[in-house]
């Protein structure tokens, strides 16, 4: 069970969370539980460690270091009742702060911040979280333990802020976690891992949903559950459309493609784990625990909609290159993405013309600028002939696996957006047909939105709770 940074927030809701661990390890489960920091607390690290390296003054690290502390501590009141449970917590966490203050004071003396110091400065997040945790739950009576992911066996490559894990950390998770899971509820540090040489290093923003899918899997759990502060996996944001409803039942391949499409329910790499030891996924929600939220599995379940979900992607820029000299001209396109990615910039969608002279791509709004840049400084008028960005874009995606072989959804999103007067700038659809994707203006992509929220009529009960309509595909 992962419990998310809102999830984590303050003490009484670390409180709360404990209880209802206590509450299922005593119906007979054994559980591993996945901690988030604070909620909002890895980005004043982040903040912290930036401020550090511009402003270099070191009262201002002992302002956040007091920050810090006092609101640990404050959590740690309101979680734990036992005093001495309390105070060995207390003294942990002073002992961390103080190296989190050793190492920000370095790098205001160093002036600079290097991606590893980045991801040991993010990992305190959960590393104060994790003890306070632990605690609250052997203030109810139950034994725990906690782990930095590292400990718990999380080995990884090297590539700070985006680890990935290497092969033997299932075997190395089972052999740390899985003599234990009898005695007691062992609490692992969410977001976090370490490389062979035993530094620590990070799994990406939101990563504590990986770390607890890949824990799922070395330990080779029958659920990996994943609590969040909203109801499961919704088939849109319902800040967009307030009819929005829960997904009751999605597959591993959606809710996959619904996380690379900003629905931002999901560290886009939780599922790879999950699935390779075909673990159920559930995203229920902390503060309304009787409700069942969403279950990803498995099996591709064709419910009465084909489209199960609608997500929209703001701050995107759309970069068009254009130059009849593309046309034939072999590499182009190679060239393009070469150096897109050696600048590390990622591309969201790709579209190009069977004339082939015109190749259009999404980036993240953040990166247009270098795009344009490196693809200026690479082409100067060779070839291209122009390369021109638009920002006042969104992207809106289609996502659903029963799209896969239905003729006509084409027809209902194109028909349903055209009756609205929505422009289409761009249109890409990935050939395990799951997914539409769909470049519309910024003005625009909120009426997009809700136009094929309602078009595929996402506000009414989809009935995929496997009633005898279901055909599996
Ligand atoms: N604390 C990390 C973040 O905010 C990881 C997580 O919450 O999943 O990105
Ligand atoms: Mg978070």
Request: glycine share 10%; net charge negative.
């Amino acid at each position: 069970m992962k419990f998310g940074g809102s999830s984590v927030g303050d003490g009484n809701k670390i409180r709360h969370v404990a209880g209802l661990l206590k509450e299922y390890y005593e119906k007979g489960n054994q559980i591993v539980a996945v901690t988030s920091a604070l909620g909002g607390l890895t980005d004043m690290l982040m903040e912290n460690a930036h401020l550090a390296t511009t402003k270099g003054k070191v009262s201002l690290v002992k302002e956040f270091k007091t920050e810090l502390t006092t609101k640990h501590h404050e959590a740690v009141k309101n979680a734990i009742d036992d005093p001495k449970i309390a105070e060995g917590v207390l003294q942990i966490l002073d002992l961390r702060i103080d190296e989190l203050e050793k190492a920000l004071i370095g790098i205001c003396y160093l002036g600079e911040l290097t991606p590893r110091s980045v991801d040991y400065i993010s990992s305190y997040g959960e590393r104060l979280a994790a003890p306070i945790l632990s605690g609250a739950i052997r203030s109810l009576g139950i034994g725990s333990t906690e782990y930095t992911g590292g400990e718990a066996g999380i080995i990884t490559t090297n590539d700070y802020g985006n680890a990935r894990p290497l092969e033997k950390t299932y075997e190395t998770v089972e052999k740390r976690l899985g003599l234990r899971l009898d005695s007691e509820i062992q609490v692992v540090t969410g977001f976090i891992g370490e490389n062979e040489d035993g530094i620590i290093t990070t799994l990406g923003r939101s990563g504590s949903d990986f770390s607890a899918s890949i824990i799922g899997a070395g330990i080779k759990a029958d659920e990996i559950w994943l609590w969040k502060e909203v109801n499961g996996i919704m088939t849109t944001d319902p800040r967009i459309v307030p009819e929005a409803r829960t997904i009751p039942q999605i597959s591993y391949s959606e809710a996959m493609e619904l996380s690379y499409f900003g629905a931002n329910v999901l560290h886009p790499k939780t599922i790879e784990p999950a699935m390779r030891e075909h673990i159920p996924v559930r995203v229920k929600n902390t503060f309304d625990p009787a409700f069942p939220g969403t279950l990803v599995v498995a099996d591709k379940v064709r419910c009465r909609h084909v489209v199960k979900a609608v997500s929209l992607i703001k701050n995107v820029a759309l970069i068009n290159i254009t130059g009849a000299d593309m046309a034939g001209t072999v590499g182009t396109v190679a060239r393009v993405f070469t150096v897109l990615a050696s600048s590390g910039i990622n591309i969201i969608m790709i579209s190009q013309s069977s004339s082939e002279s015109n190749l259009s791509f999404v980036v993240s709004e953040s990166q247009a600028n270098d795009a344009l840049k490196v693809l200026r400084a690479e082409f100067e008028r060779y070839v291209v002939r122009e390369i021109t960005s638009d920002r006042e874009v969104c992207v809106v995606a289609v996502v659903g696996a029963g799209m896969a072989g239905t003729p006509g959804v084409a027809k209902r999103v194109f028909g349903s957006l055209g009756d609205a007067m929505i422009n289409i700038i761009m249109i890409s659809q990935g050939s395990s047909e799951y997914n539409i994707s769909l470049v519309v203006k910024e003005a625009e992509a909120i009426s997009a939105v809700e136009t094929l929220h309602k078009e595929f009529e996402l506000h009414k009960n989809n009935g995929n709770y496997g009633t005898g309509n279901d055909i599996d595909l």
